[in-house]
């Protein structure tokens, strides 16, 4: 079991050092910042001692080598438009598109799972159906579309929830969370909603499927016949058995809820890290590209090892596998 | 005569489907008596699991029981609500399935889920019943019980889980068990202790066992009476020395005659021609006749009554209850 987990930390830790090869190349292929970042009358002496002062100037590797140390310390360089540090730009953003993604996760998989059980349970019935066609209008939607249909009808027609913004945040020490005040929480509906609609449809969709396989299994045929109850057959027995993929499907969506929040944060302006990327291509503002890059897969790799390790704690086969290979 | 455990009379099976709705059981009675064991044999599809099945309430739709009744020690269970018939199913009647690879939860403990199994029928307390899990593991020949019984399925072999599927089955002491097909996915060495395991296990609780199988070595071994099974109706059933040695319906005779001798010279087995009739087309009469040698017209049209042959109760045209005397 432990040698199960080094071996896939040192699996992660090789990912991660690919991913840092391709956010270092970008700052060789992405143009020239420096252009971007002077007037057109700016003298080439003067461009140069910028070029000088970014370490723009030094051959490749060495700007490797220093790019590397640096980012193991999470120092990211400065940010061409801002002329602050990455790292504590990233950092304050960090708080707003993690809670958003919790909250839409939770969201997810709260709901999707209800949903999920209660349309494979009573298939036939009206609701279920309904789910299944609200599902399909989930999975097809494109995310920024939902969130203008949810600002058109509740911020601009009833006005009962802000359009943009996060709302009055609280500061917890460096972290700073909207979830302490009213106004927070109601900034935060519509986002939520709109980054979770298609993890919570594709969750509902794979719970339903999932189960109505499992219960035609030889062993909810025997549970039955051991005279269970049915409450102890569906949520015991039939349940259990259908979270497995869901865990993993879940557990993946969330590191693609954060990268792609990058939509959802632009349509409600929402102060996090999608947006400053966003704003960070516009202004071809490498370090804060690379930097979220290296961000975004940091949470992608962490999640798929912590994945891998909730799989053999559910399920005990896997962990007769794991032990017996290592 | 004492009260049988289980009185089956005239049951019918129906599965609707779009086309039409077929009969895959049509009217099948038999009784088992305590401590005894009642083979049932026939091909695939003759209906002999979906008897199993109908018995314990487990016919799922698009099937119903459309007919007939069945009674367990002398109270009527075929029209019970589903939370009485689930309180029945377990504590009354245990069921052994098939496939013991498949049968056990994969994720739980089977600890677990036999205590779980005695908690549901009895008010026994968690301790308890981790002693009673204990010692019927023990019961049914696992060996160190008290260490397997945190073991999950798969770290058990075949033969052994389908002991710990024996040991759920009987684990509220039931009046009847059900087995269908416990040995099929078997080794042959695992499965002949099986057998008498089930066996010992009839005999010391006096429970009445229903085997449905369609190995005839299994009945011919194991079993006090046997019915043979064919398109959804008891062609023949009897004493099992009787209905082996000396079978009266043409079907199973030529049952009888496929089983190969170790003793038996270099004679040809004898096969039944055809296949047995699909649910959508049962042809009118006997549903043996386009395969029975011995047929005459009258199985083409009229469908045979059981009649009574000495200890054994036979469907064919060929024995009429006048001529029983003669035959």
Same mark, same amino acid.
């Given at each position: 079991?432990?040698?199960?987990?080094?071996?896939?930390?040192?699996?992660?830790?090789?990912?991660?050092?690919?991913?840092?090869?391709?956010?270092?190349?970008?700052?060789?292929?992405?143009?020239?910042?420096?252009?971007?970042?002077?007037?057109?009358?700016?003298?080439?002496?003067?461009?140069?001692?910028?070029?000088?002062?970014?370490?723009?100037?030094?051959?490749?590797?060495?700007?490797?080598?220093?790019?590397?140390?640096?980012?193991?310390?999470?120092?990211?360089?400065?940010?061409?438009?801002?002329?602050?540090?990455?790292?504590?730009?990233?950092?304050?953003?960090?708080?707003?598109?993690?809670?958003?993604?919790?909250?839409?996760?939770?969201?997810?998989?709260?709901?999707?799972?209800?949903?999920?059980?209660?349309?494979?349970?009573?298939?036939?019935?009206?609701?279920?159906?309904?789910?299944?066609?609200?599902?399909?209008?989930?999975?097809?939607?494109?995310?920024?579309?939902?969130?203008?249909?949810?600002?058109?009808?509740?911020?601009?027609?009833?006005?009962?929830?802000?359009?943009?913004?996060?709302?009055?945040?609280?500061?917890?020490?460096?972290?700073?969370?909207?979830?302490?005040?009213?106004?927070?929480?109601?900034?935060?509906?519509?986002?939520?909603?709109?980054?979770?609609?298609?993890?919570?449809?594709?969750?509902?969709?794979?719970?339903?499927?999932?189960?109505?396989?499992?219960?035609?299994?030889?062993?909810?045929?025997?549970?039955?016949?051991?005279?269970?109850?049915?409450?102890?057959?569906?949520?015991?027995?039939?349940?259990?058995?259908?979270?497995?993929?869901?865990?993993?499907?879940?557990?993946?969506?969330?590191?693609?809820?954060?990268?792609?929040?990058?939509?959802?944060?632009?349509?409600?302006?929402?102060?996090?890290?999608?947006?400053?990327?966003?704003?960070?291509?516009?202004?071809?503002?490498?370090?804060?590209?690379?930097?979220?890059?290296?961000?975004?897969?940091?949470?992608?790799?962490?999640?798929?090892?912590?994945?891998?390790?909730?799989?053999?704690?559910?399920?005990?086969?896997?962990?007769?596998?794991?032990?017996?290979?290592? | 005569?004492?009260?049988?455990?289980?009185?089956?009379?005239?049951?019918?099976?129906?599965?609707?489907?779009?086309?039409?709705?077929?009969?895959?059981?049509?009217?099948?009675?038999?009784?088992?008596?305590?401590?005894?064991?009642?083979?049932?044999?026939?091909?695939?599809? !003759?209906?002999?699991?979906?008897?199993?099945?109908?018995? @314990?309430? *487990? $016919?799922?739709?698009? #099937? /119903?029981?459309? +007919?007939?009744?069945?009674?367990?020690?002398?109270?009527?269970?075929?029209?019970?609500?589903?939370?009485?018939?689930?309180?029945?199913?377990?504590?009354?009647?245990?069921?052994?399935?098939?496939?013991?690879?498949?049968?056990?939860?994969?994720?739980?403990?089977?600890?677990?889920?036999?205590?779980?199994?005695?908690?549901?029928?009895?008010?026994?307390?968690?301790?308890?019943?981790?002693?009673?899990?204990?010692?019927?593991?023990?019961?049914?020949?696992?060996?160190?019980?008290?260490?397997?019984?945190?073991?999950?399925?798969?770290?058990?072999?075949?033969?052994?889980?389908?002991?710990?599927?024996?040991?759920?089955?009987?684990?509220?002491?039931?009046?009847?068990?059900?087995?269908?097909?416990?040995?099929? !996915?078997?080794?042959?060495?695992?499965?002949?202790?099986? @057998?008498? *395991? $089930?066996?010992?296990? #009839? /005999?010391?609780? +006096?429970?009445?066992?229903?085997?449905?199988?369609?190995?005839?070595?299994?009945?011919?071994?194991?079993?006090?009476?046997?019915?043979?099974?064919?398109?959804?109706?008891?062609?023949?059933?009897?004493?099992?020395?009787?209905?082996?040695?000396?079978?009266?319906?043409?079907?199973?005779?030529?049952?009888?005659?496929?089983?190969?001798?170790?003793?038996?010279?270099?004679?040809?087995?004898?096969?039944?021609?055809?296949?047995?009739?699909?649910?959508?087309?049962?042809?009118?009469?006997?549903?043996?006749?386009?395969?029975?040698?011995?047929?005459?017209?009258?199985?083409?049209?009229?469908?045979?009554?059981?009649?009574?042959?000495?200890?054994?109760?036979?469907?064919?045209?060929?024995?009429?209850?006048?001529?029983?005397?003669?035959?």
């Amino acid at each position: 079991m432990l040698a199960f987990t080094l071996r896939r930390i040192l699996q992660a830790i090789g990912v991660m050092l690919a991913v840092g090869v391709i956010a270092f190349a970008m700052f060789r292929f992405a143009g020239d910042p420096v252009n971007q970042m002077v007037s057109i009358d700016t003298s080439a002496a003067q461009r140069a001692e910028i070029r000088h002062s970014l370490g723009l100037d030094d051959p490749v590797l060495v700007q490797f080598a220093h790019y590397f140390i640096n980012a193991l310390q999470f120092k990211f360089g400065v940010s061409y438009q801002f002329r602050l540090p990455v790292s504590s730009l990233l950092a304050e953003r960090m708080p707003a598109t993690l809670e958003l993604a919790i909250c839409a996760t939770l969201l997810a998989m709260v709901a999707g799972i209800l949903m999920g059980v209660y349309s494979a349970l009573r298939r036939d019935t009206i609701l279920a159906k309904l789910f299944q066609a609200v599902s399909l209008i989930g999975i097809s939607l494109p995310t920024f579309l939902i969130g203008i249909l949810l600002i058109y009808l509740f911020a601009v027609t009833l006005g009962w929830l802000p359009s943009f913004g996060r709302g009055e945040v609280v500061k917890l020490g460096w972290w700073s969370t909207g979830l302490l005040t009213v106004s927070g929480w109601k900034a935060i509906i519509m986002p939520a909603i709109t980054l979770g609609l298609f993890q919570m449809t594709l969750i509902m969709r794979l719970v339903r499927a999932e189960m109505l396989e499992v219960l035609r299994t030889d062993y909810i045929r025997f549970a039955r016949a051991r005279g269970l109850t049915t409450r102890a057959i569906h949520f015991g027995h039939a349940l259990k058995n259908t979270l497995v993929p869901v865990i993993t499907v879940a557990g993946l969506q969330f590191g693609s809820v954060i990268a792609f929040s990058i939509i959802t944060e632009t349509v409600f302006q929402w102060p996090g890290m999608g947006l400053l990327f966003v704003q960070a291509v516009q202004n071809v503002d490498i370090p804060i590209m690379a930097a979220y890059l290296l961000m975004v897969s940091l949470i992608f790799v962490t999640i798929n090892l912590v994945v891998d390790i909730l799989y053999t704690v559910v399920d005990p086969r896997l962990r007769a596998t794991v032990s017996r290979a290592t | 005569m004492t009260q049988p455990v289980l009185s089956v009379r005239n049951l019918e099976v129906e599965f609707a489907t779009r086309r039409a709705t077929l009969r895959a059981i049509n009217g099948v009675s038999f009784d088992i008596a305590k401590g005894e064991v009642l083979g049932v044999v026939g091909e695939s599809g !003759a209906g002999k699991s979906v008897t199993g099945l109908a018995v @314990i309430g *487990l $016919i799922d739709p698009p #099937g /119903r029981i459309s +007919g007939g009744q069945i009674e367990l020690s002398g109270t009527r269970i075929d029209q019970l609500p589903p939370e009485e018939i689930r309180r029945v199913r377990g504590k009354r009647i245990g069921m052994i399935f098939q496939d013991p690879l498949t049968s056990l939860n994969p994720l739980y403990r089977i600890g677990d889920q036999i205590i779980e199994t005695i908690r549901t029928h009895t008010s026994l307390s968690e301790s308890a019943a981790r002693q009673r899990a204990i010692d019927l593991l023990a019961e049914v020949g696992i060996p160190a019980p008290e260490k397997r019984i945190d073991g999950y399925p798969h770290e058990f072999s075949g033969g052994m889980r389908q002991r710990v599927v024996i040991a759920l089955a009987i684990c509220a002491e039931p009046e009847l068990i059900i087995a269908d097909e416990p040995t099929t !996915a078997l080794d042959v060495s695992v499965q002949a202790q099986i @057998i008498a *395991l $089930i066996k010992r296990l #009839g /005999r010391d609780h +006096g429970t009445a066992v229903m085997l449905v199988t369609h190995d005839m070595g299994v009945i011919a071994e194991t079993c006090d009476r046997v019915a043979v099974m064919y398109s959804g109706r008891i062609a023949e059933i009897g004493p099992v020395q009787d209905v082996v040695r000396n079978p009266l319906h043409p079907y199973a005779k030529g049952l009888m005659g496929a089983i190969p001798t170790l003793a038996g010279e270099d004679k040809r087995l004898v096969q039944i021609p055809g296949s047995m009739p699909r649910l959508s087309a049962i042809p009118p009469g006997c549903p043996f006749n386009p395969r029975c040698a011995l047929a005459f017209d009258r199985c083409r049209v009229e469908r045979p009554e059981p009649v009574r042959h000495g200890a054994q109760s036979v469907a064919c045209h060929l024995f009429e209850p006048a001529k029983e005397t003669a035959a």
